[in-house]
């Protein structure tokens, strides 16, 4: 089992430039995240998913959009992409939002935007 | 909503015992999770406190008082492996993470 993968690693965007951080996970998870983890802090959330269908918003979603698109796989889209979006973006995915669960991370894509 | 404080650095040698502190102040609190992050690697979950005590697992041990609004995390028998940034985190709507500490284990 892969568990959480993500894609891309890297990305470098110009401001204003869009773009969509994939993550899919294989491990039959209802719930899935997008954390993103600025230099020397913890992890803040940005959107998350209970369960395939639904979607809501964690504590910093402005300037993203998500997509549960089945099971497996939750998207982040940047729309217009801003140098406060530099930031290390990590999915995850856990087998229900209750306190206590497990969650289970993917390895990171490393955005810049200039 | 919650916040989470822990020391940002603690230091320690091998084959020490460390002890990381998290204080928390929660409007809902369910429990204390611990996760575990190297140097540009993901978060590993480490442990989970539910109830007030002490859970062990292996060297690592996890501690909750609910009444005093503080955790904390004691590592082991430190090995040089063991460096690495480690995170609080309350479970409520969202999982809420404190800012790390970043051990640093000597040789």
């Known amino acids: 089992n892969a568990g959480v993968t993500q894609t891309p690693k890297f990305q470098v965007l110009k401001t204003g430039q869009s773009m969509t951080l994939q993550c899919a996970q294989d491990?039959?998870?209802?719930?899935m995240y997008w954390y993103r983890q600025d230099p020397g802090m913890g992890l803040r959330l940005i959107y998350y998913?209970?369960?395939?269908?639904?979607?809501d918003k964690g504590e910093v979603p402005n300037g993203y959009n998500v997509s549960r698109l089945n099971k497996r796989e939750f998207s982040l889209r940047l729309e217009s992409a801003a140098p406060s979006q530099t930031s290390v973006y990590f999915c995850?995915?856990?087998?229900?939002?209750?306190?206590?669960?497990?969650?289970?991370f993917g390895p990171g894509t490393r955005l810049t935007v200039l | 909503g919650q916040s989470l404080e822990q020391p940002s650095e603690v230091t320690a040698v091998e084959g020490a015992i460390v002890q990381i502190n998290c204080t928390y102040q929660t409007s809902g609190f369910y429990g204390l999770s611990w996760y575990q992050q190297h140097d540009g690697g993901a978060p590993t979950f480490l442990s989970y406190?539910?109830?007030?005590g002490l859970e062990e697992t292996g060297r690592f041990s996890s501690f909750l008082s609910r009444s005093d609004s503080y955790g904390y995390l004691l590592l082991q028998e430190l090995q040089m492996k063991d460096s690495a940034s480690y995170f609080c985190?309350?479970?409520?709507?969202?999982?809420?993470f404190g800012s790390g500490t970043q051990l640093t284990v000597l040789p």
């Open positions: 998913s209970a369960s395939e269908g639904t979607t």
């Open positions: 406190n539910a109830l007030d």
């Open positions: 985190a309350a479970p409520g709507r969202q999982l809420t």
């Open positions: 491990m039959n998870h209802n719930s």
């Open positions: 995850a995915s856990s087998e229900a939002v209750l306190a206590g669960n497990e969650q289970f």
